[in-house]
């Protein structure tokens, strides 16, 4: 089956029981033991496993073309899992991507995480500084993120896996602004691809999830399903459903929203206020011909700068009108915002620098908007 039939089809079937076409919530935490000790379809307690769970799980492996999938409360949930899960006797140094999701470097500087491993940050689209890093000291993990936020920078996957795999290091990249209908790292040598679910896959921003894909198994991979259970931080039900429902739809939303954010970006490249813009699909980008090699689309993120400092940046964000100032990324809804002052004093990102989200709305719509926006900037 190819990707857009999966999205649809796979991990679900008819409802035996009702002939439901839509698969039914099971809120159940609990399932009858039987005699033998045995459960209906090994279901236990909902923790464990569960039917709306063990649906999403196997669509997504399936889709990632991986071997086996655990789902998390969160992204952030999954991501502390899987630097949690690095075995025992491999060594505690991470080398990460200096561009890397916010979120990430809040876990690293702020809570037991960062103090537990070694962490360094490297540029990595500079392979011959990937290299000497990882080779600088024993490494256990190689984090990749690409495209990158907010800068959207671009990484070679199938270099750094190679070096990952080279060092005797488990490779893993944030997958969450591709999905992995524009980017499947798995083959191309990456150990796991990992998912704020939250974003693109749900689609429509009314779940929390994570996901973590296994390219093959491996300890990592059995210490991953054992927090799962052993620490909790397990997906509601409700929430694995709401993810099997937006999944369906993601090769057509995506689509529009590549179109879209590429018309955009053109749209901005051109535009007396704004300084920069950052889209892979531009072929001025550092990274344009590395993204169409390895990814089928180009995405729908973008970040721009304008021309000024954070009080145009501000301005732009603060008087657009359709689109909502509102953080996060993948939904219906086109969202603006200003990484600089949601980030603080921790931001590596410009103060001039805008981030856009693009929703499903009329694209014409969208470049009117931020027109006017723009139109306040008096610089
Ligand atoms: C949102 C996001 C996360 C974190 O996911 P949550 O579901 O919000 O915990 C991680 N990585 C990227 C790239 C994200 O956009």
Known sequence: MRFETKAVHAGRGIDPVTGAVTTPIHLSTTYERSEDGSYTDGFMYSRGDNPNRRSLEQCLTELENGHDCVTYASGMAAITSVIEALPEDQPKRIVMADDMYFGVRTLLMETDIGRRYDIVTVDMTNLDEVKNTVESAETGLIWMESPSNPQIKIIDIEAVAGIAKA????????????????????????????????????????LLLGAVIAKE?????????????????????????????????????????????????????????????????????????????????????????????????????????????????????????????????????????????????????????LDQALGHITV
């Open 217 to 369: 198994d491996s300890e990592m991979l059995k210490n991953l399903r054992t927090a799962q259970h052993a620490k909790g931080a397990v997906p509601s039900s409700f929430d694995c459903w709401l993810a099997l429902r937006g999944v369906q739809s993601l090769s057509a939303r995506l689509d529009m929203q590549c179109r879209s954010a590429a018309a955009i970006a053109d749209f901005l490249a051109t535009h007396e206020k704004v300084e920069e813009v950052y889209y892979p699909g531009l072929k001025n980008h550092p990274g344009h011909e590395i993204a169409a090699r390895q990814m089928s689309g180009f995405g729908g993120l973008l970040s721009f700068q304008v021309k000024g400092g954070a009080a145009e940046a501000l301005k732009v964000a603060n008087t657009v009108g359709l689109i909502t100032q509102a953080t996060s990324l993948g939904g219906t809804h086109t969202y603006i915002e200003h990484r600089a002052s949601v980030e603080k004093e921790l931001t590596k990102a410009p103060d001039n620098l805008l981030r856009l989200s693009v929703g499903l709305e009329h694209v014409e719509d969208l470049k009117e908007d």
């Open 167 to 206: 060092a005797g290091a488990y490779s893993v990249i944030d997958n969450t602004a591709a999905t992995p209908m524009l980017q499947q790292p798995l083959s191309l040598g990456v150990d796991f691809s990992l998912h704020s679910v939250t974003k693109y896959i749900g689609g429509h921003s009314d």
